[in-house]
């Protein structure tokens, strides 16, 4: 069973929500990446979603592709950010890693070179946000022990999320609005609606992202999904924080947050 | 229209094309694609896209001989395939034409584009008037600045244009934050792809809409020179203007098919925009696997080129089939020799090229000299320069 799978079970077993901080690697310096991640994990964050700056983040809003901007600045490449992986790893065997990015430089490295390097590192999870499962090379990732995370979103119809439903491990993804990254829009009630639709077609525990901005839309969220996903805003809470006060500003803010989902999970069940 | 075998059902050509986007676009994309191919078998549809090419576009656009400058050459001779004399002037409107009609029949009434140098948003800003769209076109800062002729042209078509401030601040950062605004307002808007790139079926259907410039020039070539050319020359940025020419002589195996590319300050200098020319590797980016300009680790290179049009990393999936085939031959023209070729061209036969085109029209003049007088070149002048005037008059020392 891997990283993944376990932490949901365990989640469950627990009655608790997953909560999913995002980061890009490399901001808003290299050096600073696994401590963050660290500070993350104390926090409270139960899988790590982890960037991979690319100079074209066409699904980003301003905030990433800010984040994506100073990490490319400061030279940081594919091969680092599974080097910051590997060093995360000394300290931590228990919390997933999901890259996240983009597809190019995954083809520049070559596929079988990537899948090889990320398991050696000690990745869990890929999310390529323009990699279908139509193109993907889905069987050479999952050989490696890295579950597919793939999108879902309000335009996938009941079709495609069959398909997707196949192809997919880990978790799925659901995209809860239409728009990039570090939108505003999301309406909570339509999301459980279509969560409930997803529920009906696939098993795999289901995360919801973009547009997930405070505590309060993460706890509205929390009630039908089975993990949250917050970059954009903990991105802008780091690039707002003076240099030395980074890690004390996010582990704050995500600790906030999941006082915020526990506490929400004893209300429900006191009622109940 | 001619329709064959490529793209495959997934819109590949070889290694080349495909659908890589997010996958709040894959349905979109689909949609897309299913009501162009019924769209094409429609006979009401396509009389219709005829009707507005020509009493809209003006086409067919003529065939000149360029005996002036042949001469000037000493060798082969040159003709022009007049697409600068098109409304808008370029061969841009031939695919926003198409691709309005198309966002029509789907109820969309909300456009967006991309644009380089320009005339791609003017097209659009255009077709967008012309059949009562808002229309929203994205363009790089950098662009901004040299192209502001087309831009004011834009606005008073009705046209907004946004400024793109990310990256590089020119085509490919345009293009980028096209998919943005459509990723968020997909349901309501069409976007209206410039070039024969992106995911398919973009490269398919800009490739079919501009194919009427080389199906005019299969029967315009033998009525003003009694035969097909021995060779055609177009430029390539995307390569809309080239696929439109070189596609309805794929299958006339005599004719050799040259694309042309950016070579901005030489590609050997790395400051270009030829990735076929340079052996750029495979890579994805805005939808679709081709040979694209990037560094050792994916990130994807800032290009030069004099020519905004031409200024993009990327090229058509088709076109890098065409080069892994061998049917087409690629090569790049630097700054100063495109310039060149401007000039001369203003000179000797009273036509100011666009840019873009004038690489195209300097490969024909490296050509020619060392050719029979009797070898005939057919270029794409893809575009007229009236828009470029600034940036070749600052380049002359110039203040208009």
Same mark, same amino acid.
């Given at each position: 069973m891997g990283r993944i799978e376990q932490t949901f079970r365990q989640l469950r077993a627990q009655g608790k929500k997953a909560l999913i901080p995002y980061v890009t690697a490399g901001d808003p310096a290299p050096q600073l990446t696994v401590d963050i991640l660290h500070a993350l994990v104390e926090a409270g964050a139960n899988l790590l979603e982890l960037g991979v700056p690319?100079?074209?983040? #066409?699904?980003?809003?301003a905030a990433i592709q800010r984040a994506s901007e100073r990490a490319l600045a400061a030279g940081v490449t594919l091969r680092q950010v599974l080097h910051m992986v590997t060093e995360f790893r000394? +300290?931590?065997? $228990?919390t997933p890693v999901i890259l996240m990015g983009y597809l190019n430089p995954v083809e520049r490295m070559g596929y079988a070179a990537f899948a090889r390097s990320a398991q050696q590192a000690g990745v869990d999870g890929v999310l390529l946000v323009d990699y279908p499962p139509e193109e993907h090379h889905r069987h050479l990732f999952a050989d490696h022990g890295l579950d597919n995370i793939f999108l879902l979103s309000p335009t996938t119809t009941a079709e495609r999320m069959r398909l997707i439903a196949k192809q997919a491990s880990g978790f799925v993804y659901y $995209?809860?609005? +239409? @728009?990039?990254? %570090?939108?505003? =829009?999301?309406n909570p009630a339509e999301v459980a609606e279509r969560i409930a639709q997803i529920r009906t077609i696939c098993d795999l525990p289901v995360g919801v992202g973009f547009g997930i901005r405070d505590a309060e839309t993460a706890v509205a969220i929390a009630r039908f999904a089975d993990a949250v996903v917050i970059g954009s805003r903990i991105v802008e809470e780091m690039e707002s924080a003076p240099r030395d006060e980074v890690l004390t500003r996010i582990r704050d803010w995500v600790r906030d947050v999941r006082h915020a989902l526990d506490q929400d999970i004893n209300l429900e069940k006191e009622q109940a | 229209m001619q329709t064959t075998?490529?793209?495959?059902?997934? %819109?590949?050509f070889g290694q080349h094309g495909g659908v890589f986007v997010a996958e709040t676009l894959v349905s979109a994309l689909q949609t897309l694609r299913d009501e162009y191919l019924r769209a094409r078998s429609d006979a009401t549809f396509m009389a219709e896209f005829r009707h507005e090419l020509k009493?809209? $576009?003006?086409?067919?656009s003529p065939i000149f001989h360029a005996k002036r400058w042949s001469e000037h050459l000493g060798g082969a001779q040159i003709y022009l395939?007049?697409?600068?004399?098109n409304h808008t002037g370029a061969h841009k409107i031939n695919n926003t034409v198409g691709q309005a009609l198309l966002a029509r029949r789907m109820g969309k009434r909300r456009v967006i584009a991309e644009t380089g140098a320009g005339q791609h948003g003017v097209a659009s800003a255009t077709v967008a008037a012309r059949f009562g769209m808002e229309c929203v076109v994205y363009m790089g800062a950098e662009d901004i600045a040299r192209q502001s002729p087309n831009v004011y042209r834009m606005k008073l078509l009705g046209a907004t244009v946004k400024a793109v401030h990310s990256g590089s601040k020119t085509l490919k950062d345009a293009l980028n934050e096209a998919m943005r605004d459509w990723v968020t307002n997909v349901e309501s808007t069409f976007y209206i792809l410039g =070039?024969?790139? @992106?995911?398919?079926?973009y490269p398919m259907l800009v490739r079919d809409f501009q194919a009427i410039i080389g199906e005019e020039c299969l029967w315009q070539m033998p009525e003003l020179a009694g035969r097909q050319p021995d060779v055609v020359v177009a430029c390539v940025g995307g390569g809309s203007n080239a696929i439109g020419i070189f596609y309805p002589y794929?299958?006339?195996?005599?004719v050799r098919l040259i694309g042309v590319e950016a070579g901005g300050e030489g590609v050997l200098s790395g400051r270009h925009a030829a990735p076929l020319t340079a052996n750029a590797p495979t890579g994805i980016l805005h939808g679709f696997r081709s040979y694209l300009m990037q560094d050792a680790d994916g990130q994807v290179l800032a290009t030069h080129s004099v020519s905004a049009g031409l200024d993009y990393p990327g090229v058509g999936p088709e076109h890098a089939w065409l080069k892994d085939t061998g049917r087409a031959e690629y090569v790049a023209i630097d700054d100063d020799e495109a310039l060149r070729a401007f000039h001369d061209l203003c000179r000797y036969e009273g036509i100011i090229p666009a840019l873009e085109s004038s690489h195209a029209l300097a490969q024909a003049a490296k050509m020619?000299?060392? #050719?029979?007088?009797?070898v005939i070149l057919l270029v794409n002048?893809? @575009?007229?320069?009236d828009k470029d005037i600034n940036t070749v008059a600052a380049i002359s020392g110039i203040t208009l």
């Amino acid at each position: 069973m891997g990283r993944i799978e376990q932490t949901f079970r365990q989640l469950r077993a627990q009655g608790k929500k997953a909560l999913i901080p995002y980061v890009t690697a490399g901001d808003p310096a290299p050096q600073l990446t696994v401590d963050i991640l660290h500070a993350l994990v104390e926090a409270g964050a139960n899988l790590l979603e982890l960037g991979v700056p690319f100079s074209d983040p #066409m699904a980003d809003g301003a905030a990433i592709q800010r984040a994506s901007e100073r990490a490319l600045a400061a030279g940081v490449t594919l091969r680092q950010v599974l080097h910051m992986v590997t060093e995360f790893r000394t +300290k931590d065997k $228990v919390t997933p890693v999901i890259l996240m990015g983009y597809l190019n430089p995954v083809e520049r490295m070559g596929y079988a070179a990537f899948a090889r390097s990320a398991q050696q590192a000690g990745v869990d999870g890929v999310l390529l946000v323009d990699y279908p499962p139509e193109e993907h090379h889905r069987h050479l990732f999952a050989d490696h022990g890295l579950d597919n995370i793939f999108l879902l979103s309000p335009t996938t119809t009941a079709e495609r999320m069959r398909l997707i439903a196949k192809q997919a491990s880990g978790f799925v993804y659901y $995209v809860s609005l +239409k @728009g990039v990254t %570090g939108s505003h =829009t999301l309406n909570p009630a339509e999301v459980a609606e279509r969560i409930a639709q997803i529920r009906t077609i696939c098993d795999l525990p289901v995360g919801v992202g973009f547009g997930i901005r405070d505590a309060e839309t993460a706890v509205a969220i929390a009630r039908f999904a089975d993990a949250v996903v917050i970059g954009s805003r903990i991105v802008e809470e780091m690039e707002s924080a003076p240099r030395d006060e980074v890690l004390t500003r996010i582990r704050d803010w995500v600790r906030d947050v999941r006082h915020a989902l526990d506490q929400d999970i004893n209300l429900e069940k006191e009622q109940a | 229209m001619q329709t064959t075998e490529l793209p495959d059902a997934g %819109g590949h050509f070889g290694q080349h094309g495909g659908v890589f986007v997010a996958e709040t676009l894959v349905s979109a994309l689909q949609t897309l694609r299913d009501e162009y191919l019924r769209a094409r078998s429609d006979a009401t549809f396509m009389a219709e896209f005829r009707h507005e090419l020509k009493h809209f $576009v003006g086409r067919p656009s003529p065939i000149f001989h360029a005996k002036r400058w042949s001469e000037h050459l000493g060798g082969a001779q040159i003709y022009l395939k007049r697409e600068d004399l098109n409304h808008t002037g370029a061969h841009k409107i031939n695919n926003t034409v198409g691709q309005a009609l198309l966002a029509r029949r789907m109820g969309k009434r909300r456009v967006i584009a991309e644009t380089g140098a320009g005339q791609h948003g003017v097209a659009s800003a255009t077709v967008a008037a012309r059949f009562g769209m808002e229309c929203v076109v994205y363009m790089g800062a950098e662009d901004i600045a040299r192209q502001s002729p087309n831009v004011y042209r834009m606005k008073l078509l009705g046209a907004t244009v946004k400024a793109v401030h990310s990256g590089s601040k020119t085509l490919k950062d345009a293009l980028n934050e096209a998919m943005r605004d459509w990723v968020t307002n997909v349901e309501s808007t069409f976007y209206i792809l410039g =070039t024969a790139a @992106g995911p398919h079926p973009y490269p398919m259907l800009v490739r079919d809409f501009q194919a009427i410039i080389g199906e005019e020039c299969l029967w315009q070539m033998p009525e003003l020179a009694g035969r097909q050319p021995d060779v055609v020359v177009a430029c390539v940025g995307g390569g809309s203007n080239a696929i439109g020419i070189f596609y309805p002589y794929l299958q006339h195996e005599s004719v050799r098919l040259i694309g042309v590319e950016a070579g901005g300050e030489g590609v050997l200098s790395g400051r270009h925009a030829a990735p076929l020319t340079a052996n750029a590797p495979t890579g994805i980016l805005h939808g679709f696997r081709s040979y694209l300009m990037q560094d050792a680790d994916g990130q994807v290179l800032a290009t030069h080129s004099v020519s905004a049009g031409l200024d993009y990393p990327g090229v058509g999936p088709e076109h890098a089939w065409l080069k892994d085939t061998g049917r087409a031959e690629y090569v790049a023209i630097d700054d100063d020799e495109a310039l060149r070729a401007f000039h001369d061209l203003c000179r000797y036969e009273g036509i100011i090229p666009a840019l873009e085109s004038s690489h195209a029209l300097a490969q024909a003049a490296k050509m020619a000299p060392g #050719m029979d007088r009797d070898v005939i070149l057919l270029v794409n002048l893809s @575009g007229r320069g009236d828009k470029d005037i600034n940036t070749v008059a600052a380049i002359s020392g110039i203040t208009l």
